[in-house]
């Protein structure tokens, strides 16, 4: 059975960082892509970053410069750094096994002053 836990979200002021992380079970995450989505209250959930199994990293223009995602193999966990962090950042993200219905339930990030 495949979990994916997200942690890490919080309350930031504006400019802050935080770090989410995803840990998996029931897969071995390293040889999947992974992905972390958004979804902010009346939006649809969007991409906002991948890597590939081979580390290949990809970023919604939003996000680009700002946010970093990473895998720890070992740890079977996929972070996503997020910096600089703006209002329009509010959102819950999950994690992904791209491609197949596995999702997290997701972690609330919000960005208030």
């Known amino acids: 059975q495949v979990q994916l836990v997200e942690s890490g979200g919080g309350l930031v002021q504006p400019g802050g960082s935080l770090r989410l992380s995803c840990a998996a079970s029931g897969v071995r995450s390293r040889f999947y892509a992974m992905g972390w989505y958004r979804q902010a209250p009346g939006k649809q959930r969007e991409l906002v970053a991948s890597?590939?199994?081979?580390?290949?990293?990809n970023y919604a223009d939003s996000v680009k410069g700002r946010f970093a995602i990473s895998r720890d193999n070992a740890k079977n966990t996929v972070y996503l750094q997020m910096n600089s962090l703006k209002f329009e950042d509010t959102a819950v993200y999950y994690c992904n096994v791209i491609g197949f219905d596995y999702w997290g339930q997701g972690t609330q990030v919000t960005v208030s002053s």
């Open positions: 890597i590939s199994s081979a580390g290949t990293t």
